[in-house]
């Protein structure tokens, strides 16, 4: 008790120059120089966020996002909000209908209205467009009725109720419809049928691929870093060459030379025909499919295996080896259980970074892919420069930044991304 | 190579090749691939494979072709400057901001600095398509502020943002092994600020930076999705072209244009690996 109290009197006498209490100016001189170092950090991060965080955070609000049937067809969308969902809406609806079509074909928006409802509920996007056609004919009530016999479909429920699901400015539509999933007419979350799976699909084809490429590199790379880790320094640092001159090529240099070696045409199809293995007509079909695809990237991935495989090996000492043999381990005993648990923090990281990278792959896939091979990245591209359905490519690169983000943290914590380096 | 014990047993020594063969296949797995591009380019026929001219050294059989059309052909010249220039824009903002987010997060007093890090080094770890239509979103949405899709300044920009994190991570590994104490004495035999950081703090980082923007510079010019989903015509680069090439698979052009890029990697390469060993024997962590 004495003790503390004797040092607070003590802190308390101890002053600077100006008679300012030390500690007080300590803690001031700690805050300075914790300012400047963030001022140092400031302006990347001012750019980083301008520049990419808030982008992504765009393409994240544009999966949820859906403006444009309630600006568009802003008087249905009023009067669809009082309708229970039974039945068929009353005739103030139709008139709304009525009276929204002709601004929206007036303003030419009503294709783009048109086509986001077909998302929804395909064919509705000729019901649309034959309607706006044809609605400036109607001048007075009863609406209802005239609008049925232009297309029988304003009688049926379902049209009312896909209207009324997508007029809410925030939706959860593109997600389900990113998992293959859909509402029925009643409300429920169904899957869609069997042959309009393709999200999951795909999700799943991405996480094989992904997991077959990390496998193949870690098999390839365990050898040669084991080498690399365990001969002379001159002769390390130039085979260590060869590992980093992939590493350092382009990636459309190293996808050509994979088309050259493996198309139908290609020097490893005519190497075999020429040696007689197989005939002209019978040239295997190695690229253009999933097995080339992960052949390409398993070459392309291969060094960010090895160099963290590498730099791990490096550091067990040869001593352990030796200590187990001399022991009575038999060589290979000794090597599974010395060996190997020392090399898991360079499995670790090699595989989890092999594995984010691979998830996330779109060149190689869209180059040599042909049909089987497409990943999850090629969709995305497909539905933001094709088919123009941002919400669903925002929502599918939605998930599938998700689990590159927890793969991300995952590699945070039990390796550290300041251990993160090349060469 | 691993020395085999002259007491190895016949096991042993079917291990000992086998192991030998087996990094043997590893090593023509990773290069073979990229050196076969090289003999490639020099085909005389429009073939993307060898002829039989070839493989048996018929001087007829190799051209300079495909060079020629490259060096000679008003697409691609536009396309190798928009690559350098849009690589060397982009290299030196991403050097400069890099670096000095480097030197405030090696600092001891930077807080969050786990948050920090793990956000500045995220552009290389989100996948690049996303990269690339998050800032498609946002580009036309500045469109009417500055015109940003379609431009240089858009690309620079994006490829700045993918450069960033190589810089931050070669500079912050060079001053991982750091001694504070030298700033200190710097600052104490009466340098200011900015003497201390050129005289004493630059010569120790720089081959960290160097390499850093090498990584930056390829980063830029190498990349083809931001350009595919944010350039107009006239701002495409070599990878958009090859993109293309590769797609239509028409010339074999793209192969001199791959064998030229080869050989950039191996003087980048060269140039990186003799800057780790310089910057390791400045640190005192190798003598060699």
């Known amino acids: 008790m004495t003790d503390t109290a004797n040092i607070t009197t003590a802190d308390a006498l101890l002053t600077t120059a100006d008679g ?31 520049d990419f965080l808030y982008p992504i955070g765009l393409m994240l609000f544009r999966s949820v996002e859906n403006p444009l049937i309630a600006e568009n067809m802003p008087l249905t969308a009023n009067e669809l909000a009082r309708w229970d969902g039974q039945g068929i809406p009353d005739e103030a609806t139709f008139k709304a209908l009525a009276a929204d079509l002709k601004v929206a074909r007036a303003e030419r928006t009503i294709g783009r209205v048109a086509t986001r409802l077909n998302y929804e509920l395909s064919g509705i996007r000729s019901v649309i467009t034959r309607t706006g056609r044809k609605v400036k004919k109607i001048t007075g009530p009863p609406y209802k009725e ?120 290609g020097v490893l199809n005519d190497i075999m025909v020429w040696t007689g293995i197989i005939d002209d007509e019978q040239r295997i079909q190695l690229i253009f499919n999933a097995q080339g695809t992960v052949i390409a990237m398993t070459q392309i991935l291969l060094p960010f295996m090895v160099l963290p495989l590498y730099s791990v090996m490096k550091t067990i000492s040869p001593s352990y080896m030796r200590a187990a043999q001399s022991m009575g381990a038999h060589r290979f005993l000794a090597y599974r259980r010395i060996y190997l648990p020392n090399t898991v923090p360079g499995i670790a990281a090699g595989s989890l970074l092999v594995f984010i990278l691979a998830v996330g792959y779109y060149i190689t896939p869209a180059l040599v892919g042909g049909q089987d091979g497409q990943m999850i990245s090629n969709i995305i591209a497909f539905h933001m420069q094709k088919s123009l359905n941002w919400g669903l490519a925002a929502a599918l690169g939605t998930l599938l930044l998700a689990g590159v983000i927890a793969l991300f943290w995952l590699y945070n914590k039990m390796i550290g991304v300041d251990r993160l380096k090349f060469g | 190579m691993i020395a085999l014990p002259e007491h190895a047993g016949i096991e042993e020594r079917i291990w000992h090749y086998l192991f030998i063969a087996i990094c043997a296949f590893v090593f023509l797995f990773l290069i073979a691939p990229i050196l076969i591009i090289i003999p ?8 993307f494979t060898f002829t039989k001219e070839m ?66 080094i995220s552009p290389m770890i989100v996948p690049l398509i996303i990269t690339a239509a ?62 201390v950081f050129f005289k004493i703090i630059m010569p120790l980082i720089l081959p960290g930076v160097i390499s850093g923007a090498l990584f930056a ?26 993109w293309a090439g590769i797609r239509e698979q028409i ?33 005192g962590m190798s003598p060699g």
Not at chain 1, 22 to 44: D, F, G, Q, Y
Not at chain 1, 148 to 168: C, D, L
């Open chain 1, 20 to 50: 300012m209490p030390l500690k007080a100016a300590l803690a001031r001189a700690e805050r300075k120089k914790r300012i400047r170092a963030l001022l140092l950090v400031m302006p990347l991060f001012i750019f980083i966020f301008f």
């Open chain 1, 146 to 265: 005239q609008l049925i016999a232009i297309n029988s479909a304003w009688g049926e429920r379902v049209t009312w109720v896909t209207i009324k699901r997508v007029t809410p400015t925030i939706t959860s539509l593109y997600y389900l419809n990113a998992v293959d999933k859909k509402m029925d007419i009643e409300g429920d979350i169904v899957s869609t049928s069997e042959e309009r799976q393709i999200y999951v699909t795909l999700f799943k084809r991405t996480f094989w691929m992904s997991m077959t490429v990390t496998i193949a590199t870690l098999l390839l790379g365990f050898p040669i870093a084991y080498l690399l880790a365990n001969i002379p320094l001159r002769f390390s640092n130039l085979l260590m060459i060869l590992v980093l001159l992939p590493f350092w090529t382009s990636l459309l240099v190293r996808t050509t030379s994979w088309i050259v070696l493996l198309q139908t045409q």
């Open chain 2, 40 to 47: 490639l380019s020099f085909n005389a026929e429009p073939y």
């Open chain 2, 55 to 120: 493989l048996s050294f018929d001087p007829v059989a190799f051209s300079m072709r495909w060079y020629n059309e490259f060096f000679s052909s008003e697409v691609w010249r536009s396309a190798v400057w928009n690559s350098l220039f849009i690589a060397f824009s982009a290299t030196i903002l991403a050097t400069v901001l890099g670096t000095l987010a480097a030197l405030g997060l090696s600092r001891p007093e930077m807080p969050f600095k786990a948050l920090f890090m793990g956000l500045l």
């Open chain 2, 134 to 195: 998050g800032i498609f979103f946002f580009y036309a949405q500045m469109n009417q502020y500055v015109q940003m899709t379609g431009t240089y300044l858009g690309i620079i920009l994006a490829h700045t943002v993918l450069g960033t994190p190589f810089v931050v991570i070669t500079v912050t590994a060079t001053l991982s092994g750091f001694d504070h104490s030298l700033t200190r004495a710097g600052a104490m035999l009466g340098g200011s600020p900015t003497t």
């Open chain 2, 217 to 242: 510079f390829v980063t830029s010019f190498d990349e083809v999705v931001v350009v595919l989903f944010v350039a107009s015509v006239e701002q495409q680069t070599i990878p958009r072209q090859m």
């Open chain 2, 251 to 283: 010339s074999p052009t793209i192969l001199a244009v791959a064998t030229v890029l080869i050989f950039i990697s191996i003087m980048m390469l060269a140039a990186v690996e003799m800057l780790r060993r310089r910057s390791e024997r400045l640190r």
